[in-house]
């Protein structure tokens, strides 16, 4: 079982940035992924990042929806058990809300989710 509390949602201008975490409540060691799907108003779930936090600490493995390539930074914080989407650069089109997931031993763990709202 894993619990994931996630923050840093919020409302921002166009262009503006946001930095979303998600806090598991098991060391992030025992975790094989972590990221965010978002899912905006009539539209399917969608895959923004995701990171590798198991195994070696010295290379994490991301993927990135080729919508948010270039604008959105997943990392991880081992010691806070932690990962963050640094989200620069937004566009009325991130506006969703964001559920943190973990997948540990090939099940998946959803956050509460967090609303984004990019709007001038």
């Known amino acids: 079982q894993v619990e994931l509390v996630e923050s840093g949602g919020g409302l921002v201008q166009p262009g503006g940035s946001l930095r979303l975490s998600c806090a598991a409540s098991?060391?992030?060691?025992?975790?094989?992924?972590m990221g965010w799907f978002r899912q905006a108003p009539g539209k399917e779930r969608e895959l923004v990042a995701n990171?590798?936090?198991?195994?070696?600490?010295?290379?994490?493995?991301?993927n990135y929806a080729d919508s948010v390539r270039g604008r959105f930074t997943i990392s991880r914080d081992n010691a806070k058990n932690t990962v963050n989407l640094q989200m620069n650069s937004l566009k009325p089109e991130d506006t969703a809300v964001y559920y943190c997931?973990?997948?540990?031993?090939?099940?998946?763990?959803w956050g509460q989710g967090t609303q984004v709202t990019v709007s001038s």
């Open positions: 997931y973990a997948v540990r031993y090939n099940l998946k763990y």
């Open positions: 990171i590798a936090v198991g195994g070696s600490t010295n290379y994490a493995s991301t």
């Open positions: 098991r060391t992030i060691f025992s975790i094989d992924v």
